[in-house]
C-alpha cells in the first residue's frame, strides 16, 4: 500500500466513525486539540467537545463518495489530503443531500496518524452568490 493509500483509508476510516456514530474510534483519532472549519466559522475543539459534537448532532451521515482525491506529504510525519465529497444525511429529521470540497491534515505522532485540522466548505460560486442576496455598491 502507497503512504497516500494509506491516508486515503485513514479518512475513510474517520468519515464511517461518522456513520456508525462511533465516538470512541473518532475522538481516538484525533490529535488532543484539532482546528475545524467550515460555514459556522473556525474552532479549536478537544476530544471531549468533538464527542460531545457526535453524540448530540441533530444529523446522521447516512453515506458519503470522495472524488478528486489529493494527498501531500510536507514532512514525513505531517499528510494533507483534500477532496470532493458528497453526502447524504437526514438533518432535523430531512434528508439532505450535501457537495462540498474538504481537506485534513494528518500528523504522525508515537506511529499513530491523529487528525489536527479539518474543513469543509459547501461548493457553490465562490463568493457565495447563490447563497446570500446580492448586495452592489
Not at 483519532?29 to 467550515?38: E, F, H, R
Not at 510525519?77 to 434528508?95: F, H, M, Q, W
Request: with cysteine.
Amino acid at each position: 500500500m502507497s503512504d497516500k493509500q494509506e491516508i486515503i483509508d485513514l479518512e475513510n476510516r474517520f468519515w464511517k466513525t461518522m456513520i456508525d456514530k462511533d465516538v470512541e474510534t473518532a475522538t481516538a483519532m484525533m490529535a488532543d486539540k484539532s482546528i475545524v472549519t467550515g460555514a459556522q466559522g473556525a474552532a479549536t475543539i478537544d476530544n471531549q467537545a468533538f464527542g460531545k459534537m457526535m453524540r448530540e448532532g441533530k444529523w446522521t451521515l447516512e453515506s458519503y463518495t470522495f472524488s478528486d482525491v489529493q494527498v501531500e506529504f510536507p514532512a514525513p510525519d505531517v499528510a494533507v489530503i483534500g477532496y470532493k465529497v458528497s453526502e447524504r444525511l437526514i438533518l432535523d429529521g430531512e434528508p439532505l443531500t450535501m457537495d462540498a470540497a474538504d481537506a485534513s491534515t494528518w500528523i504522525k505522532r508515537d506511529g499513530q496518524w491523529q487528525c489536527a485540522l479539518h474543513t469543509e466548505s459547501v461548493l457553490g460560486d465562490p463568493f457565495g452568490r447563490d447563497r446570500a442576496p446580492t448586495k452592489r455598491h
